[in-house]
Structures are given as structure tokens and as C-alpha cells.
């Protein structure tokens, strides 16, 4: 654990930065009380003015019997998968920018310091939390299919899904809705100009950036198929196709470029003129669908977030096209029927009956889920109490039911490990909760050359073939087929939690269809389970999507709690991967407790 400071010039407020190295299953008391006197003697060190000496503002109660501390900060944070550009937003607060400023900022610096993820092409959803008005909204920036889509887009003459299609080709590109979202953001809910947000993502490009272990480790990971891309072999690679190595200075200048026609031009500098003249000369080299009409056509949606109630909390997270809110609340529902508190965190009767209830969810997800503007999706029956208490009657306590005996539902009348997530609260308590993702790791692998961005491959996110899974194993519907314009089912789930009326916690993941089940288990650790932010995001995870018939696990559930989810039919898969990785904020007493989840390297929260 290590601890900065900065003193800014008027000596009054500090920067506290502490990334969590603290690994999950190891650390022992003697260990952790350590840690604890580190904390302490830091925090009064460094952050003595802000945290400690204050009588009005007595230091925030954490529950020290946790193994795992957040880190905490007094008037802004963001906890982001990368540190550079939680840095970044950090001083966009620091400058005094709002919640959503710092988003928009942290958003297009991810585009440069985390290209796994990070990006300009891609889409996604963020979720707001207004001070003012005290009201949530959501904004929409999904990709959409371009108008060349059909359903039958990536099957063969035998009518099979072309898997190669699907993932690494330029018709695995959907219209990208990135920019215009971070935009439309800032013009309606930021307080800053597009020249103050882009300028640090542009200096980070312009100037370069040092390679993070994190940084190489995510290089070579994808090489073999990034450098089957002749420009992504350019970008991604140094002259003669060696990989950058860690303290190597990495430098963007084509991506520089695009961002400062985005800067310059707003959403025109991207949908049309030479950044969009580039993209559609790629799309044509390589029978991509996506022309300049559609880069023209592109609008992001506004939207009701899906709203739910859990014991005393409220939740608010993302609405469709988006599966993610509904079965989080679909679930949080039918839990809500058993006292999950006395069964014992991740005890084998708990973790039953979680599994239980998201075979459940996953099977509507199949059927029922998909693009709001094109098909019918029944959220209000999903999301309703009266249906979860049907479907607990489903639930044996103590039997797993085999996924092929469980259907979607009747309604009663009336989606790897890719992706990422960032929160922000500012010091006007506006909160974003941001999920944004090119699909895969490095999308399609295909970079548009001239411009240094990479093309997404969310079009696998649609059903290819209804009835069969996707890219995440997911099967999705008739509700999910590839029409023109129509956005793909996502999983993204950033999501809110109300306590009193006030918010209470931010959090989001990436990981396809492990995303909606990270969630709900983040969320469940710290309502039911009273857990601090860190203690509940480096707790153990399970995830079911009802199709396979599998119960992941990650290590650290222990072979006695497996042997009897074994015992009760449960079919049990431990995990050679860990689930998710959230970025969470909780928001308590005027405290600003943060969390990185530390199951991928390189994650950082920043706060003052
Ligand atoms: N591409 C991952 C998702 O939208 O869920």
C-alpha cells in the first residue's frame, strides 16, 4: 500500500492515493493490523487536515473487522480500471469540474491509456445521478446495426454461425456511439467546454504514456490476433513488431489527431468529415457494413433508468437495451423472499439460492430481452414483485433444478471478460456510474488506419441465429435478432444504490454476461451482508446463466461449500478465471469510500 499527497496551491485540500494491492485470499490479522496502523499514520500524515483533525468532520466509520479497506477521500474520487485516467478526472474535479465533466474526461483519456477497453469506437451506457433535482438519467450510447444489416449476416450456406465473421470482421462492427455519448453528456449535464475535458486525453496521446505492467500485460495477451492487423500491428507494436515493454514511452499521434477533430468539431469532427471519410474507406477495404450515412445517423437515447426496491434500498441502474438493471432487480427480488443473512455469505445454501434465482433471470434474458425501440420488452412485469414471488415457487431449497427444466417465463397479464466500468462523485454529490466497452478485448482487432482507434465487434452481441448462444455463451432471442439500426442486447450494468432517499453507492463491470451476476453480488454484500466497499468487491463470486448448466466459481469458496452445492445437484465449474471487475464508490456520511477490484492489475482510485 502506498500513499501520495499533493498540497494544491491553496494548501487546503490534499490528494489521498491509494491503490489496493491487498490480495484477496492471503492476508493474515497480524498482516492487516499492520496495514491498518499504515492507514492510520498515513492518513494523518498526509491527509491530517482533510481526515482527521477536523472536529466537524469526525473520520468515517469503516467496519475495521473487514479484511479489506476502501480508500477514502473527503470531496471527490474516482475509482477506474486504470490509473492515468483516474488521475485525469481527478483534476478535472480538482479544477472544479462536476461529476459528469470528469466522466466525459476519464472517458476519452481510457480511449488512450486503456485500449483493451478504453475507446472511441465502441459504445455504452452512463448512468447519472443529478444533485440538482435530485434525479437520475440514463444515457443510451449502444452501437447500432448498420443499415446493410440483416439477421442472416453471420451464417454460411448451411445456415451455421461463422464464428470468424462474427468476432474478427469488419462486419462485426457496429456504428459506433462513443463519442457521441461522452459528448451529448458534457453538453447537457457538464459545466466544462470540450477543450478543458479533451486536452489531458490529448496530451496523454500527444506526449505518450510510460507502459504499466498492467499495459504490457494486456499487449500480449491479444498479440497473436492484434497483430494479424496490419495497423494494429503499427499501433500496438513497436517498429519491427516487438511488443512495448514495461517503462518503454508509448506515443499515439494518430490518435491525438482524431481526438482533436472530435475537440475542435464536436460530434462532426467524428461522424462526418476525414475521421469518418477514414473509417468508411476501412469499412470498404474490408466489406464492413457501416458507411458514412450511418456514422451520420447515429443518435444517442436518453433514457428511464429501471428503478427496484431491495429491503430498504433503492436500486437504479440500466434500462434496455440493456439486460443488466432488469435482472438485477428481477433477482434482487426473488431473493428478497429468503433471509440470506442467517444462511451465511457465500454459504452453500446461499449460493443455492443464488444460482437458483439467476437460472431463472437468464432464461427470461433469452427470450424477452432486447432493443426497446423494436421489440416489446415487459420490464415492468421482470421487475415486479408479484412475478418474483411466482418464480421463488420454483426454487427448491435444498435441489438444484436442471436448466433444461426451467423455460422463460409467462409473463403475468398486464452477456469474457471485457468491457469497463469507472465510477465518479464529485463534490456536489452528482454521482456517474459509466460502462463502456468495444466488446471483446480490443474489439475486432481491427484499427482504422490514420485514425489510431479500433473497431468495435459488438454486432456478435446480437442473436446470430436465435436459439443459439453468443460469444458469451448467452442465448438469445427472436427479441435479439440483427435488424437495421436496432441496438444489440447488452449485459453492461451500471448501476446505483439509494439509501434514505441519498446515494449510497456506484458501482459496474465489465465481464459479458458475468457483469449482471458481479453486480448483483457487490450490491448484495454491501446491503445484506453490511460489508465495506472493499471487503464486498474481494469477496469470492459465483455466476449461473442458466445455459450451460454450470455454476462457475472462483477460488476461494471453499472445497466444503463446493462438495455440498455438488451434493445438492448443483453442477459446479471452479473457475480458472475470476469474475468481473467492479469499480465502486460508496457514499457514507459525507465520506467517499472507494474500491478497486483487484482481480485485474492496474486498477487505481483517486480522491481529495
Ligand atoms: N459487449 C458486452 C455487453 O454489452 O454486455
Known sequence: MRCKAKRLKSGLTVTLTIPLTITTETIHVNTFRRLLLALASCSALLAGPALCRDADNPIPIINFQQRFLPVVARHGMIASPERLAAEVGTQILQNGGNAVDAAVATGFALGVSYPRAGNLGGGGFMLIHLAEGDRQTLIDYRETAPAAARPDLFLDKKGEIDRSLEFFSHQST???????????????YGSMTREQVMAPAIALAERGLTVSFALNFEFNSRAEQLRKNPEALRLYFKPGGAPYEVGDIWRQPDLAWTLRQIQKKGRDGFYTGEVARRITAEMEAGDGLVTAQDLADYRVVERQPVRGRFRGFEIVSTPPPSSGGVHIVQMLNILEGYDLAAMG????????????????AYADRSRYLGDPDFTEVPVSQLTGKAYAARQRQLINPDRATPSADIYPGKMLPGESSDTTHYSVVDRHGNVVSNTYTLNFSFGSHIAVPGTGMLLNN????????????????????????????????????????????????????PGGSQIITTVLQTLLNAMEFDMNIAAATAGARVHHQWMPDKLLVERGISPDTIKLLENMGQQVEIGNRTLGRTQSIMLDDGWLLGATDTRRPGGWVAGY
Open 174 to 188: 457496429g456504428v459506433p456511439g462513443t463519442v457521441a455519448g461522452l459528448l451529448y453528456a458534457l453538453e447537457k
Open 458 to 509: 459488438e454486432m456478435a452481441d446480437f442473436a446470430a441465429k436465435p436459439g443459439q448462444p453468443n460469444a458469451f455463451g448467452l442465448i438469445g432471442g427472436e427479441a435479439n435478432k440483427i435488424e437495421p439500426g436496432k441496438r444489440p442486447l447488452s449485459s453492461m450494468s451500471p448501476t446505483m444504490v439509494f439509501r434514505d432517499g441519498k446515494p449510497w453507492l456506484a458501482t459496474g463491470s
Open 345 to 360: 455469505h457465500n454459504s452453500a445454501a446461499y449460493l443455492h439460492h443464488l444460482a437458483e434465482s439467476m437460472k431463472l
